[in-house]
């Protein structure tokens, strides 16, 4: 728990770069699974900062995020790829290549295929070393909605009610949300050698003692972390709020 979350961003940064920085020593690649919203902003923004004022190189880093909407044109307003080029990929050296973000632009049919390559792409590079996560008013870990089963894969799902709730502004209106989304499931999450989730805001502190002092259940994604091994949850005083 930290006092504010800018604090809190640029320590969860101050770790993403060590581990960067370790794998280029090994002369091997740092994978790392990316969260979009409003929770990682500062990290990303810090993460800037080091490569632009410390020579952070991101050339050995391969991403993984971990959802974006369908159907969804990348340089549309609310698109995640857009998103993401936006607050870090443009401004640092990571090739593009190096860059993996669920392609709403997909025929439907395509997508099983799709998200099977996805799970066996992350699978041949090891898993991912690192995810980055925030979370949902209703507990949701990408888009893994209520529901979601702990070995879940990448997959179509649909949003509920509380995700569109909370997208309508980015949108335009509750009735303009996308109904679905392509998400990594639950179950590279869990095997992610480390997860860090990020929650700041009163509006989180609900889901955040759900989450980490309730039982484990469906009903609450994030729960599942509980059963991770080294899983830590940073938040600022007010996301903390209703912890005992
Ligand atoms: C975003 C994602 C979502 C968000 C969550 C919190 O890629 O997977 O699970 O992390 O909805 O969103 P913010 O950070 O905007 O409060």
Not at 25 to 45: D, F, H, I, W
Request: net charge negative; aromatic share 6%; with cysteine.
């Amino acid at each position: 728990i930290y006092s504010d979350s800018e604090k809190a961003s640029k320590a969860v940064a101050l770790e993403i770069a060590s581990l960067i920085r370790e794998r280029a020593k090994e002369k091997k690649p740092a994978v790392l699974g990316l969260a979009t919203g409003s929770s990682p902003k500062k990290v990303y923004q810090e993460l800037i900062r080091m490569h632009k004022e410390e020579g952070l190189s991101f050339k050995n880093v391969i991403t993984f995020n971990l959802d974006e909407y369908y159907p969804m044109q990348p340089d549309a307003i609310q698109s995640y790829v857009r998103f993401m080029k936006e607050q870090l990929f443009d401004h640092v050296d990571i090739p593009l290549n190096n860059i993996n973000i669920p392609d709403g632009t997909l025929s439907i049919e395509k997508i099983p295929e799709f998200c099977r390559d996805y799970d066996e792409k992350i699978e041949k590079l090891g898993g991912l070393d690192f995810q980055l996560l925030g979370i949902g008013r209703n507990g949701h870990i990408g888009f893994n909605e209520p529901g979601s089963l702990i070995n879940s894969r990448t997959r179509l799902m649909t949003l509920d009610i509380s995700t569109k709730i909370d997208a309508a502004i980015d949108f335009g209106g509750l009735e303009k949300v996308h109904k679905k989304a392509i998400t990594m499931g639950i179950d590279k999450i869990m095997h992610a050698k480390r997860v860090i989730l990020l929650a700041w805001g009163e509006h989180k502190a609900e889901s955040v003692a759900r989450a980490v002092e309730g039982p484990v259940t469906s009903d609450i994604p994030a729960s599942y972390l509980q059963q991770h091994n080294n899983a830590t949850f940073i938040l600022d005083e007010t996301a903390a709020a209703a912890l005992t």
